[in-house]
């Protein structure tokens, strides 16, 4: 089984187009990503459990963190900026050379920018999911 390498895992987000025929853009200046996925968990312990914690599965809900060097007039991240400043709702995806891709809507909910005296300028960018996170195999037609 072959190994992966991060730098070719790429967050997109949709810039136009139609629910049929969406028009997905990368990312300009990534230089990480992490997607998080947690699962809520219920206590539902009773005292009839023995003294043993007992759980169930509640909600599940996802994150999506990136950062990165700014280019100017990005078209992704001036999309992103529209966005925030219209506290609208985006899609975005994560993108594996495989084909392999992780989808859903989000907000945006940290977007600062960085201009150190001595450094590039960077971004960091952190998206809440609302709703489901679908899954397509490359396979998957």
Request: glycine share 10%; proline share 4%; with cysteine.
């Given at each position: 089984m ?12 949709q ?14 200046g990534?230089?990480?990503a ?14 009839d ?18 950062n990165?060097f700014?280019?100017a ?6 999309y992103?900026?529209?966005?925030w ?10 993108r594996?050379?495989?084909?392999r891709?992780?989808?859903g ?15 590039a300028?960077t ?5 809440t999911g609302?709703?489901?996170l ?8």
């Amino acid at each position: 089984m072959a190994k992966l390498a991060g730098v070719d895992v790429l967050l997109y987000v949709q810039t136009g187009g139609t629910n049929d025929t969406p028009t997905y853009t990368v990312l300009g200046g990534q230089s990480g990503a992490t997607l998080n996925r947690a699962t809520h968990v219920v206590d539902v312990t009773s005292k009839d459990a023995n003294g043993w914690a007992e759980n169930v599965a509640g909600v599940n809900s996802w994150t999506l963190e990136c950062n990165g060097f700014l280019i100017a007039d990005d078209t992704a991240t001036v999309y992103l900026e529209q966005s925030w400043l219209n506290r609208a709702m985006i899609k975005a995806e994560i993108r594996f050379p495989s084909g392999r891709k992780y989808t859903g809507h989000c907000i945006i909910s940290d977007f600062p920018y960085e201009f150190p005296q001595d450094g590039a300028a960077t971004y960091k960018l952190s998206l809440t999911g609302t709703g489901a996170l679908t899954l397509m195999d490359g396979s998957t037609p």
